[in-house]
């Protein structure tokens, strides 16, 4: 009886002990057993195999999953401009395991252009890190005759309604560019949309466009070749991976930025721990050597973030590029 009296004490306590870990485990289940990451993780692309976001998010998940110690399963879920997938990590469970490689787009101008959007890029996604920049190039053919962007927007001005830009859709970094050139400049061009950049390409080329904003991959090998000729980049500082090219500010067109971007993010309420050790792990890796030769490949420039820089950005560009949509009462759907 002494013996098992005594031991009641010490058996209460391992009692309590247990309870507080279980609650501990059912709060936070990654760091209560100090083992995150246990198994693989999902990065979600909202777009197909093979296109930009896709190349680069596989890029940067090799040396991550290295890092970590576990698979990353590169997961594409395109549809809808890339919000499909977007949605489906905001509303995923905060639980360190499933990630979002992403563009701008559904982050930056989806809310403005989608009234019927599903989720909250500030609210139902928690930013981990900036991956990348690319400018776009506002390109012409070379039958265009205009060497400068105030050569081409005095050529437009001259001819009120009677030139065409083409991009890849309404609503896109194209369209926008060139709207945002149109605003600032009073142009009078018109917009003609096509399904992809090498519908554009053809459609310049072959005169029904004189004009666009193409992303560098589609429009330098078509400069280098001598079939459209570059005027400027629409970043506010050269590009490393384009030097030569001069900026729009640099052009005569001030306090222009319509830039590409690609980020990692995860559910809202991702354990803060794991956003930090994911933040510190790809910083360092987007910094490598290696990774950085890659992304000038693709005509991008490393740019690794705090959270708090991607979420300015992302507030940023909803108000700059949102304007623009509300001035053109753009909507998708």
């Known amino acids: 009886m002494h013996s098992s009296a005594s031991s009641a004490p010490a058996l209460r306590r391992r009692l309590l002990g247990a ?32 296109s930009s976001p896709d190349i ?42 499933t990630m979002l490689f992403t563009i701008n787009g559904p982050l930056a101008t989806a809310p403005a252009l989608y009234t019927k959007l599903n989720y909250d890029p500030l609210k139902d996604l928690a930013p981990v890190t900036l991956v990348a920049t690319s400018p776009n190039v506002l390109v012409v053919p070379p039958s265009l005759n205009v060497d400068s962007v105030g050569a081409f927007t005095s ?34 061009i018109l917009h003609v949309p096509y399904a992809g950049f090498p519908q554009v390409v053809t459609a310049m080329l072959g005169g029904q466009v ?19 000729k570059a005027l400027a980049v629409t970043s506010t500082k050269r590009s490393p991976a384009l030097p030569d090219l001069p900026t729009m500010g640099e052009q005569g067109v001030p306090d222009f ?67 623009v949509i509300k001035r053109l009462n753009l909507t998708l759907d």
């Open 155 to 188: 050529l437009v001005k001259k001819e009120p309604g009677k030139l065409n830009y083409g991009t890849v859709g309404a609503g896109s970094s194209a369209h926008l560019a060139m709207e945002l050139l149109k605003g600032k400049e009073n142009l009078d």
């Open 56 to 97: 680069i998010a596989r890029v940067i998940s090799q040396p991550l999953a290295k890092q970590l110690g576990q698979a990353i399963v590169i997961d594409n879920k395109p549809g809808a401009g890339g919000n499909i997938g977007t949605g489906t990590v905001a509303h995923a469970a905060p639980d360190g395991y």
């Open 257 to 323: 930025e319509v830039i590409s971007w690609q980020a990692i993010l995860m559910p809202a309420g991702t354990p803060q721990p794991i956003i930090d050790r994911l933040n510190k792990e790809l910083v360092q890796i987007i910094k490598s050597e290696e990774v950085q030769k890659q992304l000038t490949a693709q005509y991008f420039t490393a740019a690794p973030s705090t959270p708090a820089e991607l979420t300015a950005l992302i507030k940023k560009e909803q108000q700059t590029l949102g304007a």
């Open 19 to 50: 309870a507080v870990a279980a609650g501990l485990m059912a709060a936070t289940p990654a760091f209560a057993q100090h083992d995150w990451p246990s198994r693989p993780i999902k990065l979600v692309v909202p777009f197909p195999a093979g």
């Open 210 to 228: 004189q004009a666009g904003f193409m992303v560098p991959a589609i429009a330098m090998p078509q400069v280098r070749d001598g079939k459209l």
